[in-house]
């Protein structure tokens, strides 16, 4: 008996026409986000230098990135359970970068993390388990920030945030979903699948 009988059943290859398709739209993506995000570059690197700044001492900055960055220790000290959802959040993301970066690769036929080897069947049940986590800590926050609405996150509601909670709970859905359709029909196991990738890229 297997310890782990679920398999991730994405497609591992994609027809020239959906590699031109993504190759495209990743350029377009890519050239959205530098025209928003190369203005922002630009002021930061002209900006005057601190003339009393020092990366010294180094192990002390690198502790902090390390405890309050990537372990999120202020998030979660000052709001326990909103702070450990969004940490969860932040994780989730975290662990799919791997993924997300093989889905890129796998869109262009030079896909390196294969559910069939050791590491990429780990992987894909470490990114399971973070995805479980996620899809319940952003469900947890969407309810708390649009239905409970407590008083100091203030009245004025941004919708623009529900539509992100919402992608984001449909991209850790999919990516779950591919693992109980390994025995369903090669159609329905294209079809989901496909649309677990689209999610990401």
């Known amino acids: 008996m297997l310890l782990f009988p679920l398999t991730l059943a994405e497609p591992q290859s994609f027809s020239l026409w959906e590699k031109l398709l993504f190759a495209g739209l990743a350029i377009t993506s890519g050239a959205l986000f530098w025209r928003r995000f190369g203005p922002i570059l630009h002021k930061i690197l002209q900006s005057r230098k601190d003339a009393d700044f020092h990366l010294s001492p180094i192990g002390r900055r690198v502790w902090d990135f390390f405890w309050e960055v990537l372990c999120q220790s202020k998030v979660i000290r000052q709001r326990p359970l909103p702070g450990l959802a969004h940490a969860f ?105 496909r649309a677990s990738c689209r999610e990401r890229v």
């Open 89 to 193: 959040v932040f994780w989730g993301f975290c662990a799919f970068a791997l993924v997300t970066l093989n889905h890129c690769a796998v869109g262009l036929g030079i896909g390196f993390l294969s559910p069939a080897g050791f590491f990429g069947r780990f992987y894909s049940y470490l990114a399971a388990a973070f995805a479980v986590a996620c899809a319940v800590s952003i469900l947890g926050l969407f309810v708390r920030r649009f239905l409970v609405r407590p008083r100091w996150l203030g009245q004025k509601l941004s919708y623009q945030s529900g539509v992100i909670a919402g992608l984001i709970f449909l991209l850790m859905a999919t990516y779950l979903a591919t693992f109980f359709v390994a025995d369903a029909d090669p159609a329905t196991r294209l079809q989901i699948g």
